[in-house]
């Protein structure tokens, strides 16, 4: 990474159309208002935490570094930042299960359509997904540099 990127550039390889499992894995929590399901404070709250991870030395290195969210309604979602270990005054959240993973490439808009493709790969696998992870690969401002604005969904199925 260069100055003008703060995230890894991300290999979708190893997540498309894979089941992947975790057991325990640490993320911080935290929660981002919104206005029909788009996010107005998601910036501050991901400085806010990765500043809390640098200073509890947290941050796990390249592309280990994982975000997630999870919508909960039309007015909110969870981020979880995947950490290597405690952060003083954050919510600690341990994750585990089984997860098929596909990956997604375009505009945000594109959300709706990928939820459904994601719905039939898990049925089309005979699965059923039990709750659903987005994991955003990069800022606005390093997808736009690399060129490529990947999401990964992650449909939890046990």
């Known amino acids: 990474m260069d100055k003008e990127t703060c995230c890894p550039e991300f290999n979708p390889a190893p997540w498309d159309e894979k089941e992947i499992k975790w057991e325990n894995k640490k993320f911080i929590k935290d929660h981002v208002a919104c206005f029909f399901h788009i996010p107005l404070n998601f910036g501050s709250k991901m400085v806010k935490n990765v500043n809390a991870m640098k200073e509890a030395n947290a941050v796990p290195a390249g592309s280990e570094f994982i975000v997630l969210s999870k919508h909960d309604s039309m007015w909110g979602m969870d981020i979880y930042l995947k950490t290597i270990r405690d952060v003083p005054g954050a919510e600690t959240s341990a994750i585990s299960g089984t997860f098929l993973s596909k990956v997604f490439e375009g505009h945000y808009k594109n959300t709706p359509l990928w939820i459904k493709e994601m719905e039939r790969y898990v049925t089309a ?8 992870f987005f994991y955003y690969t990069a800022c606005p401002k390093c997808a736009k540099k690399y060129g490529k604005n990947y999401v990964v969904l992650l449909a939890k199925t046990n």
């Open 125 to 132: 696998k005979g699965q059923e997904i039990k709750d659903l």
